[in-house]
């Protein structure tokens, strides 16, 4: 593969990817189109990936991928998984899918630099291609509008469209309406990823519906913002949590641990196989994750919740 920025005359265009994490979601029902009906309250937060976009004046996607971080440390080798640097990548195919939809003749080069690791329901594939939707469209000067860009990435991922928002939002849907929150404070959360990952669809084969949930993300977001962190503890809940146990012992094992490091209320991220906790302090973060690395866990993270626009 040629250097992704082998033409210095032509900009980058750099932004970041935020993970984010499910702090409710609730399986409603299956629907006709075979997807499942949820609603989800997610955040982003501050552990991210960032791509750097270059247009070409020919018409290939060209993507390097490196990591970095935690991720970039021998100790979590094991957590750079399932990140492949072609075709079958969310990434290349939202570039390709934008310059059909806008017939763009230039290309691109693409550097990914994952931070955020995959297979762990922290959204990393779909943010990277939002992200990157809204960075080629300002490379080849195209400058559509988000909701045009959020409608071209509901059709290769239901993830896609959340990372528009911006911020808080509940997820509707198959995952593709979205509407904004507000008061969400940005808290301290802990985040741990086990070396075994989870595939998404497994997840939900093995999910029960339970369309008695609905309307409790909208209860949790207004707990939140009213400040009422014991309340919103309390109704914090996800329905792939039990599936993932059964599928994955690691996410049982770690779970304990979460515990056992001091974390209230420990649980799974989307369709895992990471998980989180809420921490009030961030002393109170930091020291679950150096209880939870001395315990033996690769990839722990300290981070918060971002309130408003990564």
């Known amino acids: 593969m040629a250097a992704p920025f082998s033409d210095p005359s032509a900009p980058i265009q750099t932004a970041h990817a935020p ?30 990936d960032t791509l750097h976009v270059r247009a070409t004046p020919t018409p290939e996607i060209q993507l390097s991928v490196r990591f970095a971080g935690r991720l970039g440390q021998p100790v979590a080798a094991a957590l750079r998984r399932d990140v492949p640097a072609d075709a079958t990548n969310l990434v290349v195919r939202a570039a390709r899918l ?3 939809e806008a017939g763009v003749r230039q290309g691109l080069a693409i550097e990914l630099v994952k931070e955020i690791p995959s297979g762990a329901g ?5 943010s990277d291609a939002a992200t990157l939707l809204m960075a080629a469209s300002r490379a080849w000067g195209l400058h559509w509008p988000q909701s045009k860009l959020a409608a071209i990435g509901a059709r290769i991922g239901s993830d896609i469209p959340w990372f528009f928002a911006g911020g808080p939002a509940l997820a509707l849907g198959r995952g593709e309406t979205i509407q904004s929150v507000h ?22 084969a093995h999910c029960t519906p339970e369309a008695s949930r609905r309307g409790e993300a909208q209860a949790l977001a207004a707990s939140f913002a009213q400040g009422n962190l014991r309340q ?9 949590e039990s599936p993932a146990r059964q599928l994955c012992p690691e996410v049982v094992r770690l779970l304990a641990a979460m515990a056992h490091a001091g974390a209230v209320r ?14 009030r302090t961030v002393t109170e973060a930091r ?17 918060r919740m971002c309130e408003g626009k990564f």
């Open 19 to 48: 993970a984010k994490l499910n702090l409710s979601l609730a399986v409603l029902a299956r629907r006709p189109d075979g997807f499942h009906e949820i609603e989800s309250l997610m955040v982003p937060v501050t552990l991210c």
């Open 98 to 100: 934008l310059a059909e």
């Open 122 to 126: 922290l959204g990393g594939g779909s």
């Open 183 to 204: 008061g969400i404070p940005s808290l301290w959360v802990v985040i741990v990823s086990p070396t075994v990952g989870l595939s998404t669809a497994a997840v939900y």
């Open 232 to 240: 919103a503890l309390a109704r914090m809940h996800n329905a792939l």
């Open 266 to 279: 420990p649980m799974l991220t989307g369709s895992g196989s990471a998980c989180f906790a809420i921490a």
């Open 287 to 303: 020291g679950i994750a150096s209880r939870l690395e001395a315990a033996g866990w690769p990839g722990v993270w300290s981070v």
